[in-house]
């Protein structure tokens, strides 16, 4: 359990932070820019959930409970992803993304064209949440070139991206209310 009683330690004022280990690293690591973004990401989704309620609002709150496992997955250094006692995130955790992908996606219609952000202030607020969870992926990928990534950490940031996607289709009225890109239409 964490008990925080005091949030400033002066610990990171050389640029320095620890990891869950309690090695120190560099704030700028490639470790420490993958779990920044993740909670990028999660701030985001927290934005998003202002407008959000019911069903929609629950999922997103148990995906920021999950972004803060692997947020613990990334910051946690090591090989042993499976049968490891530290935190990481698990194939049920993508798994139940993916079911949540496929129940919503059997709303919508097939898409005729690519989707310019917005419609919705819940659709455009869960496009950036995309836009980050992506982005996060890209920082996860990255350090994976350099450092063992727990593969279902890099399969959940994956999906989620998808998943926001999706959901802000469903609430743009199940796609009516998307914007769709015509391209070239300013030349």
């Not at 359990?1 to 330690?9: D, E, K, S």
């Not at 985001?44 to 692997?70: C, K, Y």
């Not at 219609?109 to 982005?135: D, E, N, Q, W, Y």
């Not at 209310?177 to 300013?186: H, Q």
Request: with cysteine; aromatic share 6%.
């Amino acid at each position: 359990m964490v008990n925080l009683t005091r949030i400033y330690t002066r610990g990171g004022d050389t640029g320095k932070t620890s990891l869950v280990s309690g090695d120190r690293v560099l704030k700028s690591a490639p470790r420490v820019t993958a779990y920044g973004t993740v909670d990028e990401t999660n701030a985001t989704i927290g934005l998003a959930r202002l407008h959000t309620s019911g069903a929609v609002d629950a999922a997103l709150s148990r995906i920021q409970n999950d972004l803060f496992d692997l947020g613990a997955d990334l910051a946690t250094p090591g090989e042993d992803f499976e049968n490891s006692s530290s935190l990481r995130i698990v194939e049920p955790q993508v798994v139940w993304l993916e079911h949540e992908i496929d129940a919503l996606n059997e709303q919508l219609k097939p898409l005729t064209s690519f989707i310019l952000p917005g419609g919705s202030p819940a659709a455009a607020a869960l496009h950036l949440c995309r836009v980050v969870a992506r982005r996060a992926e890209r920082d996860m990928v990255a350090m994976a070139e350099t450092e063992p990534v727990n593969p279902a950490a890099i399969r959940y940031i994956n999906r989620l991206s998808d998943y926001l996607f999706v959901l802000a289709r469903h609430l743009n009225d199940n796609g009516a209310r998307d914007v769709l890109w015509i391209p070239g239409a300013n030349r």
